[in-house]
């Protein structure tokens, strides 16, 4: 997906690797929002709310232009739009919000808008942890690590491990990712394990191929209920691709960098209203 529609620019977690230390993990961090239900804004209902949420940010380049600003301007309003949804996914009740931040597609834009971005991530994430701790927020980076700036993939592994036993919400910021890649990562890992006797093809199922996707560590809420798509484009756009197949779509003409709580709010709402049957005929 290109960049100038593309989820990239809105990861709010990241900063150039020149580390302080980071802090260790404190267990079960972060106080449970006990009030959830009060907090919900109507028409919500608690009991009724998507579980795991992903987006994906589109439509930063042109907030920018239609400004005329350059494309970082519209990354830095995206990165601003992402910790608005994190925000309010955590006080709501959202369990796991996935965010598609640069897709393997995205490594073909200009080297200037790139290297950009992998620097807004790394800033971003090394400035946020003691927040995400703070709020009991868990971070996860899924894609294509090796293509990252090693002081990103420095900077996000430190973030991982500090944040890993919070609980209140699990953050997955999807970087140089791509849902056919993924798909075929896990194939060669199954076909691996085959050729080296440690399972039977006719073992395989899809519960053991799930468990080869970059996803798989977050078990308790691997699927998205609810994908989210900005800026009027109508695609997938090669996310999550065997991991929502049963995810309800939304899709908004809003720019990423303008998404905030009513265009949320209508997401949400629209997800409430629609009936999950998983391909089984209700009588």
Same mark, same amino acid.
């Given at each position: 997906?290109?960049?100038?529609?593309?989820?990239?620019?809105?990861?709010?977690?990241?900063?150039?690797?020149?580390?302080?230390?980071?802090?260790?993990?404190?267990?079960?961090?972060?106080?449970?929002?006990a009030?959830?239900?009060?907090?919900?804004?109507?028409?919500?209902?608690?009991?009724?709310?998507?579980?795991?949420?992903?987006?994906?940010?589109?439509?930063?380049?042109?907030?920018?232009?239609?400004?005329?600003?350059?494309?970082?301007?519209?990354?830095?309003?995206?990165?601003?739009? #992402?910790?608005?949804?994190?925000? +309010?996914? &955590?006080?709501w *009740?959202?369990?796991? %919000?996935?965010?598609f931040?640069?897709?393997?597609?995205?490594?073909?834009?200009?080297?200037?808008?790139?290297?950009?971005?992998?620097?807004l991530?790394?800033r971003v994430i090394?400035e946020?942890?003691?927040?995400?701790l703070?709020?009991?927020?868990?971070?996860?980076?899924?894609?294509?690590?090796?293509?990252?700036p090693?002081?990103?993939?420095?900077?996000?592994?430190?973030?991982?491990?500090?944040t890993?036993?919070?609980?209140?919400?699990?953050?997955?910021?999807?970087?140089?990712?791509?849902?056919?890649?993924?798909?075929?990562?896990?194939?060669?890992?199954?076909?691996?394990?085959?050729?080296?006797?440690?399972?039977?093809?006719?073992?395989?199922?899809?519960?053991?191929?799930?468990?080869?996707?970059?996803?798989?560590?977050?078990?308790? #809420?691997?699927?998205?209920?609810? +994908?989210? &798509?900005?800026? *009027?484009?109508?695609? %997938?756009?090669?996310?999550?691709?065997?991991?929502?197949?049963?995810?309800?779509?939304?899709?908004?003409?809003?720019?990423?960098p303008d998404?905030?709580?009513?265009?949320?709010?209508e997401?949400?709402?629209?997800?409430?209203?629609?009936?999950?049957?998983?391909?089984?005929?209700?009588?």
């Amino acid at each position: 997906m290109p960049l100038s529609h593309s989820p990239a620019a809105t990861c709010q977690l990241l900063g150039p690797s020149r580390c302080t230390r980071l802090p260790t993990p404190c267990p079960r961090a972060g106080a449970a929002p006990a009030a959830e239900a009060a907090l919900l804004p109507p028409p919500l209902r608690a009991e009724s709310l998507p579980r795991h949420v992903a987006v994906v940010m589109d439509g930063n380049a042109r907030w920018a232009r239609a400004r005329g600003l350059p494309s970082a301007a519209g990354h830095e309003a995206g990165r601003r739009a #992402l910790e608005e949804t994190v925000r +309010l996914s &955590r006080a709501w *009740g959202v369990r796991a %919000l996935t965010a598609f931040a640069f897709s393997h597609e995205n490594w073909s834009r200009p080297k200037v808008e790139v290297e950009f971005l992998m620097g807004l991530f790394e800033r971003v994430i090394h400035e946020r942890v003691a927040e995400l701790l703070r709020e009991g927020i868990r971070l996860r980076v899924i894609g294509d690590s090796s293509r990252l700036p090693v002081s990103l993939q420095k900077t996000a592994r430190e973030a991982e491990e500090a944040t890993r036993n919070n609980s209140q919400l699990d953050l997955t910021l999807a970087i140089s990712y791509s849902g056919r890649r993924d798909i075929v990562q896990a194939c060669r890992s199954l076909a691996q394990k085959v050729h080296d006797k440690a399972l039977r093809p006719e073992d395989i199922d899809e519960s053991l191929f799930a468990d080869e996707l970059e996803t798989s560590p977050a078990a308790e #809420l691997p699927y998205p209920d609810l +994908l989210i &798509r900005t800026s *009027g484009e109508l695609r %997938l756009s090669n996310f999550l691709l065997w991991q929502s197949a049963y995810s309800e779509l939304f899709f908004t003409d809003t720019l990423w960098p303008d998404f905030g709580e009513d265009d949320y709010l209508e997401a949400l709402v629209s997800f409430q209203s629609r009936e999950r049957r998983f391909g089984v005929r209700k009588l």
